[in-house]
């Protein structure tokens, strides 16, 4: 069984950073690709960043130049850090992975969520 667990949300006034982290746990054999959702309120989740194992990684217009999607495999963990921070990115972040697992089932899995709230 695998677990996300994401950290790292908060308050921020525009302009400012954050870095968001998803700690998966359990019988994993390799994190393939992953994902960066956000879902604010009244509004459809949607794609903010994305990567496969092959290194391509994808960002939503709206981030592109402010956000930047990685992952360090030793710690099984995947990051998003955010700057130059809006308003408009206030929303609830969720990661989105697809592992491997240690018998070598492949799966998506999502963390909880973390809620980012940017204020003018």
């Known amino acids: 069984q695998v677990q996300l667990v994401e950290s790292g949300g908060g308050n921020v006034q525009a302009g400012g950073s954050l870095r968001l982290s998803c700690v998966a746990s359990?019988?994993?054999?390799?994190?393939?690709?992953m994902g960066w959702y956000r879902q604010a309120p009244g509004k459809q989740r949607e794609l903010v960043a994305a990567?496969?194992?092959?290194?391509?990684?994808n960002y939503a217009d709206s981030v592109k130049g402010r956000f930047t999607i990685s992952r360090d495999n030793a710690k099984n963990t995947v990051y998003l850090q955010m700057n130059d921070l809006k308003p408009e990115d206030t929303a609830v972040y969720y990661c989105?992975?697809?592992?491997?697992?240690?018998?070598?089932?492949?799966?998506?899995?999502w963390g909880q969520g973390t809620l980012v709230t940017v204020s003018e």
């Open positions: 989105n992975v697809v592992i491997t697992n240690t018998a070598r089932a492949q799966f998506q899995a």
């Open positions: 990567g496969t194992s092959g290194g391509t990684i």
């Open positions: 359990g019988s994993i054999f390799s994190i393939n690709a």
